[in-house]
């Protein structure tokens, strides 16, 4: 099975805006629900956004609720991931993977077919 592709990382300062893409082709991605995770160095893999398989449910982590938008374009099969006001503390490989196990859109369990991760760094 292809994993999926991630997209759009770079280094931005304080308060700047990244645009992430996750590129996701095949019958197992095809209007899956799909998510964002992030692993920060030394640290634990964790949940950032989520999103249903018609785009119409979203989730987001409380950290970045309110700064961050999850979209999805089924024609296209890509997701997206909007984030503005990032901060230091947001830099991290962020990678994407479809839902295919259980109901818990925020534990990592429930992902597989993860994509290598695109990194992103915020400047202070």
């Known amino acids: 099975q292809v994993q999926p592709v991630e997209s759009g990382g770079g280094l931005v300062q304080a308060g700047g805006s990244l645009r992430l893409s996750c590129a996701a082709s095949?019958?197992?991605?095809?209007?899956?629900?799909m998510g964002w995770f992030r692993q920060a160095p030394g640290k634990e893999r964790e949940f950032v956004a989520a999103?249903?398989?018609?785009?119409?449910?979203?989730y987001y982590a409380n950290s970045v609720r309110g700064r961050f938008t999850i979209s999805r374009d089924n024609a296209k099969n890509i997701v997206y991931l909007q984030m503005n006001s990032l901060k230091p503390e947001d830099t991290a490989v962020y990678c994407c993977?479809?839902?295919?196990?259980?109901?818990?859109?925020?534990?990592?369990?429930?992902?597989?077919?993860w994509g290598q991760g695109t990194q992103v760094t915020v400047s202070s």
């Open positions: 993977a479809p839902r295919l196990r259980g109901t818990d859109s925020y534990s990592r369990a429930s992902y597989d077919y």
């Open positions: 095949g019958r197992t991605f095809s209007g899956s629900p």
């Open positions: 999103i249903s398989g018609s785009g119409g449910i979203t």
